[in-house]
């Protein structure tokens, strides 16, 4: 609390009343953080409205074939707050002629030429090889429909990189397709089920040739690698035989079979569960309590892109299930219908894009630049950490025992906002700083180990396992506090 002598008159018997309410009054939370980060406290101004009349109305749906009124109904469903047609026909500052240009310009429907522009786009970050594996992700998930139109239209630029040290016009167009078929190697499919020029083998090393024999014939053997375990000095040794020895005794499995876990990477549990999680975070995100005081970490966030995906139902000729229905529906493994992200989030990958070069079914990403059609992310762990690429909106389909009556089918970036992740979404990656939450006892002792092995040493993981009957202990200490609350009550009274 502030407390100033704001009442004394000045030398001419004036009181300044504004000045005695700015300073003689009580300064709460809220209000100190405000006054922290500078924000505005006076003349704001909010907006008055007079003799306000509110009503529910209904929305009614539209066939997709009802052209302008359909595109109206979708505008009505997803524009919060118009007041008018032509408040709804602005996009940007700028009035469009009609509602269809308005649902493509917003990304609420989609284009004929999203994945030419989705190929425009990328070309402005100037990396050929990205280029070339969003062309052969574009092929494989996106079913385009002028495959050879995109190649002529895109191919000086997806070989940039090979034009200034190969003259040969010739080569150079060989080298961007056996590059194109390598990748399409890598997601299962065949460059020859493509509408794309043939390849001339010989210009190509591994014609006639398997992909995986070829693959292993070309690896490198290190005579130091063979000869590494024969090299440990005595300290790796050591190290070595410790490790071994702790694999080989059953030290830390009891008669039930249960590991015990090393006290120094435990969280203790004290019994309030949510109490302790906030203590595994604090312990994780250390920074986090650094920065508080710095107002640029604090509102600094970068706009926020909103990108909305294209439902349908299969063979609905009828419109028996209509868009704002499917948008409503978030089957597991699928991506949200409205996907908000700002540049510098972490995101995880949804699907097996090209495994085999870093893009697969969970792996953690960082989101480094929007386009319209196109996502710009970096892989931010495992032996591709810092790899660029580039990610179209592909069509997908929920698991076959999500029972709907009907097929559904989802076009949207096949990414996820991934602040944590499960065990198993965290195999085969290295993650820096590791915190594992167990609410409930792990499904094996596999799965224990992956967890574990994420951390690069065992000072860089925390985990916090509750009992197992931490739930039923939370409960009942609630029911007592409940109850002793209540009597106090009663005993004041």
Not at 235 to 253: F, G, W
């Amino acid at each position: 609390m502030v407390m100033r002598e704001t009442d004394k008159a000045d030398k001419k018997g004036n009181i300044d009343e504004i000045k005695q309410y700015r300073d003689a009054r009580w300064v709460t939370p809220p209000e100190a953080l405000w006054r922290i980060y500078g924000f505005d406290l006076s003349k704001n101004h909010p907006l008055k409205r007079k003799n306000s009349v509110f009503q529910v109305g209904r929305v009614i749906s539209a066939h997709p074939a009802k052209g302008e009124r359909y595109f109206l109904c979708v505008l009505l469903n997803n524009i919060a707050g118009s007041t008018s047609y032509k408040h709804l026909r602005t996009v940007d500052g700028m009035l469009l002629p009609s509602f269809h240009e308005v649902v493509e310009r917003r990304g609420l429907i989609e284009e004929d030429n999203t994945l030419d522009e989705c190929l425009t786009e990328a070309t402005l970050f100037q990396m050929p090889s990205s280029l070339r594996r969003l062309f052969a992700t574009i092929l494989v998930f996106c079913e385009p429909h002028d495959v050879t139109g995109l190649w002529k239209k895109y191919y000086d630029t997806m070989s940039e990189d090979y034009n200034p040290n190969h003259p040969s016009p010739d080569l150079v167009q060989q080298m961007v397709l056996i590059d194109i078929r390598n990748m399409l190697q890598y997601m299962g499919k065949d460059i020859r089920s493509f509408p794309l020029l043939d390849i001339d083998h010989s210009y190509d090393d591994a014609s006639h040739i398997s992909r995986e024999i070829f693959e292993e014939a070309s690896v490198e053997q290190n005579p130091e690698d063979v000869l590494l375990c024969d090299s440990l000095n005595a300290e790796q040794r050591s190290a070595y035989d410790e490790i071994m020895a702790a694999i080989c005794s059953k030290q830390e499995v009891n008669g039930d079979d249960n590991v015990r876990i090393p006290n120094e990477i435990c969280v203790p549990y004290s019994g309030d569960a949510e109490k302790d999680l906030h203590t595994l975070i604090d312990i994780i995100f250390a920074d986090l309590n650094a920065n508080m005081a710095d107002k640029v970490y604090i509102t600094t966030r970068g706009g926020e892109t909103v990108y909305h995906s294209f439902d349908s139902a299969v063979d609905d000729p009828h419109n028996y299930y209509p868009s704002e229905f499917l948008n409503s529906l978030t089957p597991n493994g699928l991506p949200p219908h409205v996907l908000k992200l700002k540049l510098g989030c972490p995101v995880i990958l949804l699907r097996n894009i090209d495994p085999a070069n870093g893009p697969c079914n969970g792996t953690r990403l960082v989101v480094r630049g929007f386009r319209r059609n196109t996502i710009n992310a970096e892989i931010v762990v495992g032996q591709h950490a810092g790899k660029r690429v580039f990610l179209p909106r592909i069509s997908l389909c929920p698991p076959d025992d999500e029972m709907f009556p009907f097929q559904f089918k989802r076009k949207q970036f096949p990414i996820r906002l991934s602040f944590a992740m499960t065990v198993n979404k965290s195999q085969g990656q290295t993650i820096p700083n590791v915190g594992v939450y167990l609410p409930a006892p792990v499904f094996s002792h596999g799965q224990l180990y992956v967890a574990m092995s994420r951390a690069t040493s065992k000072t860089n993981i925390k985990i916090l396992a509750l009992s197992p009957d931490a739930e039923a202990q939370e409960e009942e200490a609630k029911k007592i506090e409940k109850k002793n609350a209540k009597k106090n009550v009663e005993g004041k009274i």
